[in-house]
């Protein structure tokens, strides 16, 4: 198996995946812990050091990159200064923002996460702050969109929508893109839309979405996620469905195919699992643009989601590190 699985890997290299989704600006705010506040009872911090990351669906496009692949977002940025941020950012990685639509008015999406301690004390996330863009984008600038991600899909190996928000990725665009489009790949996951987009090639809830889904369902036992994956699967008209299950691992449903089960890689002790299933649906992409069968791209997904949940925040995956775990 290793030998298999590591040629998929080789073959990541310069695969060009085309991300549609909601970019996020994440902020990292580290104080350094001090005393009780007199004017009310909490705790008083004190600013050392900002950093910025790439989230959401540049999170996708951060491990993407990592991976040796080409990556080609797609998606709105404001033209405010967590948008021009978020563009430093992905120029300063070469990735392309030729294809991103920057809109006057628009809030660009910025979470911002307070972390504290005391001196030679690991910080400490304690509070997040979201400032999210409040209102639906107007049909002209969803046009603007929908040419800039038509114009680009040619060129791409496959099709990775990530939809955070529900402000970017949205049904109208990806019907007109399955008429246009109708035998390129694509790897869907959605916060609370999932049932959106039929006709997605491969759909990644996790359990609370699913769940979320098929309210009808007590989901007492594995049978019950089994029957929903499968139904999920039909209701899609989707090829593939990989449900993420955390310490549970995946649950693999192939259309034509006996659903598997892939226990989780390595320890359950698990340090952090932010970002984990944008790396899944990296991995998952890449694979299928790779020219692997759902199941070896699922376990390369597997590999690398336990991979990645033993390190702090969103941690976008190398190559090499993916090659080196392959048992």
Do not use: C
Not at 30 to 45: C, K, M, N, Q, W
Not at 176 to 196: H, M, T, V
Not at 204 to 230: H, W, Y
Request: without cysteine; proline residues 5%; aromatic residues 6%.
């Amino acid at each position: 198996m290793r030998p298999k699985l590591k040629s998929i890997v080789s073959r990541f290299k310069n695969k060009r995946i085309v991300v549609w989704g909601d970019l996020i600006l994440d902020q990292y705010l580290f104080t350094s812990a001090g005393r009780v506040s007199r004017e009310a009872p909490v705790l008083v911090t004190e600013y050392e050091k900002s950093e910025y990351l790439l989230g959401g669906a540049g999170n996708v496009v951060m491990n993407l990159l990592t991976l040796g692949a080409v990556p080609l977002p797609v998606g709105f940025v404001g033209k405010d200064a967590s948008g021009e941020i978020l563009l430093k950012l992905l120029r300063e990685k070469g990735i392309s923002t030729d294809h991103l639509v920057a809109v006057e008015g628009f809030q660009t999406p910025l979470k911002s996460r307070i972390l504290s301690g005391g001196a030679n004390t690991k910080k400490q996330q304690i509070l997040r702050i979201d400032t999210l863009p409040p209102d639906s984008i107007n049909e002209r600038t969803q046009q603007k969109l929908a040419k800039a991600l038509f114009s680009v899909l040619g060129e791409g190996d496959l099709l990775i929508l990530s939809d955070y928000l529900a402000k970017t990725v949205t049904p109208g665009i990806f019907r007109r893109l399955k008429e246009l489009f109708p035998a390129k790949i694509s790897a869907l996951d959605s916060r609370n839309n999932l049932l959106d987009f039929p006709g997605v090639t491969l759909a990644t809830p996790n359990e609370p979405e699913i769940k979320k889904l098929f309210p009808e369902k007590k989901f007492l036992n594995d049978g019950d996620f089994l029957k929903a994956g499968a139904e999920l699967l039909e209701k899609l008209g989707a090829t593939g469905v990989v449900l993420k299950r955390g310490h549970k691992g995946m649950l693999v449903f192939d259309r034509g195919e006996k659903p598997s089960v892939l226990d989780i890689f390595g320890t359950s002790q698990i340090v952090d699992v932010t970002g984990a299933g944008d790396t899944v649906l990296a991995v998952l992409g890449l694979g299928l643009a790779a020219g692997a069968d759902l199941r070896d791209s699922a376990r390369l997904a597997n590999i690398a989601g336990g991979l990645v949940v033993m390190h702090e925040g969103a941690y976008p995956l190398r190559r090499r590190e993916l090659q080196d775990a392959l048992p």
